[in-house]
Nanobody
Framework: QVQLVESGGGLVQAGGSLRLSCTAS????????MAWFRQAPGKEREGVSW????????YYADPVKGRFTISRDNFKNTVDLQMNSLEPEDTAMYYC?????????????????WGQGTQVTVSS
């Protein structure tokens, strides 16, 4: 069973930074494309960033482009999301996901596996 565990969420003031980390286990030798999603109260879940299996291709949704950076370390089975210049609109539950296809013009495929999420709250 593939398990994804997120960490690094918390409360931060607008303009601040947070770094989220996702640790994967049970991969059985498979290296998946990975992504971060988020969902705020009253809003639909949205993809925010994607990275391919080797880490040399990335994708960012327009609202976070230039502010967030996704990276991975396949030796540690981790995927990180560095979030800078945070805004109140970034407040959401952030989810790590595995087995996500390349986003096509903002269209996100359904992940194979989800983490339980970590809360990010940005105060104004």
């Amino acid at each position: 069973q593939v398990q994804l565990v997120e960490s690094g969420g918390g409360l931060v003031q607008a303009g601040g930074s947070l770094r989220l980390s996702c640790t994967a286990s049970g991969l059985r030798g498979t290296t998946y494309p990975m992504a971060w999603f988020r969902q705020a109260p009253g809003k639909e879940r949205e993809g925010v960033s994607w990275i391919n299996w080797s880490g040399d291709l990335t994708y960012y949704a327009d609202p976070v482009k230039g502010r967030f950076t996704i990276s991975r370390d396949n030796f540690k089975n981790t995927v990180d999301l560095q979030m800078n210049s945070l805004e109140p609109e970034d407040t959401a539950m952030y989810y790590c996901a595995a087995g996500v296809g390349l986003p096509d013009g903002g269209r996100w495929s359904l992940p194979r596996y989800w983490g339980q999420g970590t809360q990010v709250t940005v105060s104004s």
